[in-house]
């Protein structure tokens, strides 16, 4: 049973990811046949942002009332609605009215499935159910371009994906009842560990939401700048410069199946320093001034590698950290703090750039490594070993 629930999360992971790359690859289309400015997908992306962050803040009471399996459902339901409800838009204010549905869906599910994984299932579990996530947001650019390029319209890649995702739904309601035992014991759990009033008092909490706003907040600028710098600083050829900037991806998600066989032997603590030191030395790389530009373009797929354990071992150590009691409140806070590095962070590098060489890339996604070295030490040091 528990063997087959697994499966069920893996595929649930793949689908969490199916709708996050789908926007970027339909855009250059999207808006030039809805005419509207490319800038307005920064708009877009706010709003199911904003979403997100408010699901995930408030997936603890959901996931207690409802139970892991029942949220995963419903926000899978919701996230497939507005995906097909993208692929019957045809103005961009139905686009930015589907967007909200779309947010809400993604966070709870996060927040949730996180959580559960987290508190079931070993270290290992963690790194690879994450290597599904990028899986999933590697899939539906193909299928993307497969509408575009058979001429079927973005619409078409829109529905394609939220056909997935409404199939997956079906699935999941009719797995509740292997969720159900397992949810059954968390709640007698919980319920003999009564969770904190204020989760935000608990010694530690402030380390890991500011340690994981960095985390998302460099993953974010280094993925989203990264072609970039590389073509405005370092003088590379564009082609060259999209190849590198995907592999930092390819990076992250390579590394997450490789520390899937190494995180239960070596543990989150461990991996999570192994992973910022990697990150240190990939910035160090993209930012050294040499003639030659092969360190840089290595660097990018160093920071991608460094980044791969930190994520997925942040939130396996949530319910050692804090008590499982408290562990779906606080993942769901932590996720919300990640959304609002991942939104803002990126947009703040661009508006710095107007005022400041694109060059300083390197030394802004130091400052975030810095914040999280610091951060995770704190942490390591206000919590019970």
């Not at 996180?114 to 963690?126: F, G, L």
């Not at 290597?131 to 539906?140: A, H, L």
Request: proline share 4%; charged share 10%; with cysteine.
């Amino acid at each position: 049973m528990l063997s087959l629930l697994l499966a069920i999360i893996y595929i649930a992971f793949i689908s969490l990811g199916l709708p996050d790359s789908l926007l970027g690859s339909a855009w250059p289309t999207l808006h030039a046949e809805l005419g509207v400015p490319l800038s307005f997908a920064g708009v877009i992306t706010m709003i199911i942002s904003g979403g997100t962050i408010v699901s995930s803040l408030l997936s603890d009471k959901l996931t207690r009332k409802l139970g892991t399996g029942v949220v995963t459902a419903a926000s899978v339901l919701l996230t497939a609605a507005a995906l097909f409800g993208f692929s019957i838009s045809s103005e961009v204010w139905m686009l930015c009215l589907w967007a909200i549905p779309y947010g809400l869906g993604a966070g709870a599910i996060d927040a949730a499935l996180n959580n559960y994984v987290a508190i079931h299932y070993a270290a290992r579990h963690m790194s690879w159910l994450h290597c599904m996530w990028g899986v999933g947001t590697t899939i539906s650019p193909y299928i993307m371009s497969a509408a575009l390029s058979g001429g079927q319209g973005w619409q078409s890649g829109y529905r394609a994906v939220s056909v997935i995702q409404f199939v997956l739904t079906a699935f999941l309601f009719f797995s509740l009842p292997l969720w159900k035992t397992q949810q059954t014991a968390q709640t007698a759990d919980a319920e003999a560990k009564p969770r904190a009033k204020n989760v935000l008092a608990i010694r530690g909490v402030g380390a890991v939401l500011i340690c994981f706003f960095g985390y998302c907040a460099l993953e974010s600028t280094a993925g989203l700048w990264a072609s970039s710098y590389l073509v405005l600083a370092r003088g590379i050829d564009e082609t060259t410069a999209a190849r590198f900037a995907s592999l930092f991806y390819i990076g992250i998600t390579l590394g997450r199946f490789l520390c899937g066989f190494v995180a239960d032997r070596f543990g989150d603590r461990t991996l999570i320093r192994v992973g910022l030191a990697v990150i240190a030395v990939g910035i160090l790389c993209v930012g050294l001034p040499l003639g030659s530009s092969t360190l840089a373009l290595a660097g990018l797929i160093v920071i991608g590698l460094g980044c791969a354990p930190i994520y997925p071992s942040v939130i396996h150590s949530t319910p050692h950290n804090f008590g499982e009691e408290n562990s779906q409140a606080i993942v769901g806070i932590q996720m919300a703090s990640a959304y609002v590095g991942s939104t803002f962070m990126p947009p703040l590098f661009g508006a710095l750039t107007e005022v400041l060489p694109i060059g300083i890339y390197p030394l802004y996604l130091a400052v975030f490594a810095i914040l999280m070295i610091v951060m995770s030490e704190r942490l390591n040091r206000l919590v019970t070993v």
